[in-house]
């Protein structure tokens, strides 16, 4: 990671030293040489850590062919990306193009790489909160199944509880344990407020028989099993959903770079 | 040997006859091996005498395990160092072991043991004491490779460079085949050979239905490998030849169960112990409970400090039978001997004691040490040799591991991206490739084997009945049995499997036959899946990414 760092800081200070010789002898822009090499050695960046992407969709070949760790493809991709950006910047002479195809090739190059950080900073943050504060660890595409397994759990040890207990469930677990839910609270408290919300349990438990202590403690820790796994349900979103803001941009932008060159090409 | 024309054989009879070939021959097809049996009858078998006190029902049971081999001379039947489901019974010609005389060769060889946990030094080469009780975490990384303890990995009692033959009537392999150790010696053949070959479910199906066969092996094992595994564990390597030869006659063999309760705390200590093979957890009451204080692996010893200070006399610690376990009982009086033969025994002892003692205090101040140490024990870090631990504050729940280890094996995962958490790591639910493999233990065929050289345990899937033995076994929960596809024919053998679906076992073989690493790590994107070989590793890679 940190050599990834080192070239990339190392590379960006051969561009910038680049710039400032071209703003001495020469003028920014994109049709003299200056500016076809930035825009030569963007596109050959944007083509290169795109292949992440392909790297990840032929796992079997690609570690048959020692392809080598997917974990370097993509600290390419990050640093490769934020170089092509200011190559980008550097190629349309830091100004807004006016051309219709340039203008959507470079706003969705900004785009696509502004959601690539965003993706990478939620890729940061969210497993550290999710591993700070959970007992369980669950596959998100199983998260319905279990939820649904709680629910029935729940609704047959309140069946043969008391009023006390049934009632307790009626009001407070049953419209919860429903299906899953997304709280924003969990962004902020991975527990969600748990303490808070098991106090009842707590007030009820000093007035049972033990035996119905036991059912209460089998709905509590049932209880705290599905908000656990809300808490996953919420967070693990988004490390799936901002893909989705991403990837058709960057594919649309990749379309737009073919256009791009034919263009300047063959007109 | 039936001969039997091919033409007048039906379809499935082909098949078996073709899949019982290839049991014995896919290895090597240029090994030397000029002729094998087809499956032997129990009138064929009986012929030889170590079939002579079974019956028809069981010799025809164990026959798909069972061949006749004819070997060219020079063939090497196996290597130092590689792991075989095979015992070797010489029905004609002669069979040479040797050990190779390049000391390299051994200190090349990966061991497949914990070295921190195997050594006691000896004065010269104690490890400097960082902090009490820390040896138990720390890795020896000072051992050079001749003091690496080989328990119950030798078949023969050999000097380096030297070689034993062996004639018609004699077996070998027979230890490494049962225990899944790899061999210790190297068998070549010197002349050309006829080997009735018994795979390990035959071996130990046979073994257990009869006690001379047993009482045989037992014999045999004490004859060839007791001496050099007494000689090589650092309590007995000072010892001379003939005390050894003594002592190995008077010593015990023991087998525990898991779970079983070796000695117990504040009983009178009437023996010293090594473990030859698995691991004895050693726990303390504290209060009303009882904590961990530390563990013992093979090569190390228990009774140190109740046999040698005459105040104490009774057990100052509980042990009990992790898995299950193999230990070296030597009684009191003969250790007493020991140490009254021995002095500088006796000194490094009294280091060993030491240690033992300071290592139970370490732990009854630190609790949380007691604690991992149990959990490691509970969960089996101390068993793996590749355990897949995933860090979870790096884990974005892309599942790309489960996805690259699927695509590497025809679209099924070997692994389950789920299990327990050890502060925020995560035990996936993946084969830890163990050093006591147990899954190995009651697999009717052999499908379940180490493959080769290394500390992988893999699955023939070609053999595989999916009878589930090995995923019962597995106190991991990580082989599961998956649909093959297709239905046991009509003719099956066992009667039970014909007409039902195939199943066949499916757990981690760590790409072992792809040519790459482990597809499941180098597939993460974030860097954040690991194979952690051993306790010390583990705890290693805890403090890296606290």
Known sequence: MRSWFYAFVSAAAVALAALTANLV??????????????????????????????????????????????????????????????????????????????????????????????????????????????????????????????????????????????????????????????????????????????????????????????????????????????????????????????????????????????????? | MSETDPVDLDKTTLRRLEQFRDRWTSDDTDSGLL??????????????????????????????????????????????????????????GEVELYLTGVEGAVASRRPIFDLSRTVIGDPADTPTATEPGTALMRRATRVAPTRITLLATMDFDLPRGAAVRLGAGEILGEIGSMSGWPQSVTAR??????????????????????????????????????????????????????????????????SCDPGEEVVRAGEEADAFYVVRSGFLKLTQSVGEGEIVVSYLSKGMSLGEVELLIDEVGNWQVGATSVEFAELVKVPKDVFEQLIGNYPKIEEQLWRSAADRVREAGFSRRNIAHAEFTEVALETGLVQGNSILAIDLTACTRCDDCV?????????????????????????????????????????????????????????????????????????????????????????????????????VASKCDLCCDTGHGPACVSNCPQGCAYRVGSLEEFQGLLEARA
């Open chain 1, 25 to 267: 002898w020469s003028e920014l822009r994109p049709e003299n040489v200056w500016g076809l090499v930035y825009g030569s050695v963007a596109a050959a960046l944007l083509v290169a850590a795109s292949a992440l992407g392909v790297r990840r969709r032929t796992m079997k070949a690609s570690s048959r062919l020692g392809a080598g760790r997917t974990r370097a493809w993509l600290d390419f991709h990050i640093y490769g990306s934020l170089l092509f950006l200011l190559l980008l910047l550097m190629h349309s002479g830091f100004s807004v193009p006016t051309g219709r195809i340039t203008w959507w090739l470079w706003a969705l190059s900004l785009w696509t790489v502004a959601t690539g950080l965003v993706g990478r900073l939620l890729q940061k943050w969210l497993p550290r909160v999710l591993a700070s504060g959970l007992a369980t660890e669950v596959l998100y595409e199983r998260i319905p199944e279990l939820v649904e397994e709680i629910g029935s759990r729940a609704k047959t040890v309140a069946e043969s509880s008391d009023e006390a207990v049934r009632a307790l469930y009626d009001r407070m677990l049953a419209p919860a344990l429903g299906r899953p839910r997304r709280r924003w609270i969990y962004f902020v408290d991975v527990t969600g407020g748990i303490q808070s919300r098991l106090k009842e349990f707590g007030y009820l438990r000093a007035l049972l028989p033990d035996e119905e202590k036991t059912r209460l403690d089998e709905l509590e820790r049932l209880f705290r099993a599905k908000l656990e796994i809300d808490a996953h349900y919420t967070l693990q979103q988004p490390l799936r959903w901002w893909l989705y803001s991403h990837l058709p941009a960057s594919f649309v932008v990749l379309a737009l770079l073919v256009l791009h060159l034919y263009t300047v090409l063959f007109y």
């Open chain 2, 35 to 92: 002729e094998i049996s087809d499956r032997l009858t129990a009138d064929e078998m009986r012929k030889f005498e170590i079939f002579s006190e079974y019956d028809d029902n069981f010799l025809e049971k164990i026959s798909p395990d069972v061949s006749l081999a004819t070997w060219s001379e020079g063939a090497v039947l196996f290597e130092e160092g590689t792991y075989i489901d095979l015992a070797f019974l010489v029905v004609e």
């Open chain 2, 189 to 254: 053949t010197v002349t050309e050979c006829r080997l009735l070959q018994l795979r390990a479910p035959a071996l130990r199906l046979m073994k257990r239905k009869s006690k001379a066969l047993k009482q045989r092996l037992d014999t045999l094992y004490r004859e060839r490998s007791l001496a050099t595994q007494l000689k090589s564990t650092p309590v007995f390597a000072a010892c001379n030849d003939i005390f050894v030869e003594a002592l190995k006659e008077k010593v015990e063999l023991v």
């Open chain 2, 403 to 503: 996805r690259a280890c699927a695509a590497t094996h025809s679209g099924r995962s070997r692994f389950v991206r789920e299990g327990s958490k050890i502060e925020n790591l995560l035990i996936a639910k993946s084969c830890y490739h163990c050093r006591d493999p147990v899954c190995l233990v009651g697999c009717p065929t052999g499908a379940i084997h180490r493959a080769g050289v290394g500390d992988v345990v893999a699955v023939d899937e070609e053999i595989c009945i999916g009878c589930s033995n090995c995923g019962r076994n597995c106190p991991y929960d990580a082989i599961v049995m998956h649909e093959a596809g297709e239905v046991w024919p009509q003719d099956m053998v066992p009667q039970g499997l014909r007409g039902k679906d195939r199943l």
